[in-house]
């Protein structure tokens, strides 16, 4: 499948959903949130959720981030101040819920236009790099959220 495929009104939703739940249950609000266009599914960052599908199509979704956004966004979640967050491994729990409700929310309309998405458990890698099976031959939707100074990327990549 070419990439530009994708439905456009699936690029709107990642962007909502974005917006919606970083402010709804992360209690961050996003400065802007505006489309990714770097379709390349290699990934070297502090702190990277995955998370893959199968269905109608398989892929994966990706949302990364820096270890202090993602602490910082964990903190918020779970109503905490983040020194008081024991480890990493209390981060990486509550980004998992959150590609969780990102992954979701995205799955909903997939769904609703007549799709079949079925979700993994998502985890995280700790400052490392990630190459996913998505090539530029396959669909590819993404989202940067800045929230101050900082950024979390948020990605949807369908298998060619």
């Not at 070419?2 to 249950?25: D, F, G, V, W, Y």
């Not at 769904?111 to 458990?121: F, K, P, R, S, Y």
Request: hydrophobic share 40%; glycine share 6%; proline share 3%.
């Amino acid at each position: 499948m070419p990439l530009q495929s994708l439905e456009p009104h699936l690029n709107e939703t990642l962007r909502n959903s974005a917006r919606e739940i970083l402010e709804s249950m992360v209690f961050l609000t996003p400065t802007s949130v505006d489309a990714l266009e770097n379709g390349s599914a290699t990934f070297e960052d502090e702190v990277i959720g995955l998370l893959s599908f199968t269905g109608s199509s398989s892929g994966s979704f990706v949302v990364r981030t820096t270890e202090a956004l993602a602490t910082k966004m964990a903190a918020q979640m779970l109503m905490t101040e983040p020194e008081e967050l024991a480890d990493f491994d209390e981060v990486a729990d509550a980004f998992c819920e959150i590609v969780n409700m990102l992954s979701g929310s995205f799955k909903n309309e997939w769904v609703a236009d007549g799709n079949q998405m079925d979700l993994t458990v998502p985890h995280v890698v700790r400052r490392g790099r990630v190459n996913l099976k998505a090539t530029h031959e396959g669909m590819h939707t993404g989202v940067r959220v800045q929230i101050g100074d900082a950024r979390v990327d948020v990605g949807v990549y369908f298998e060619a």
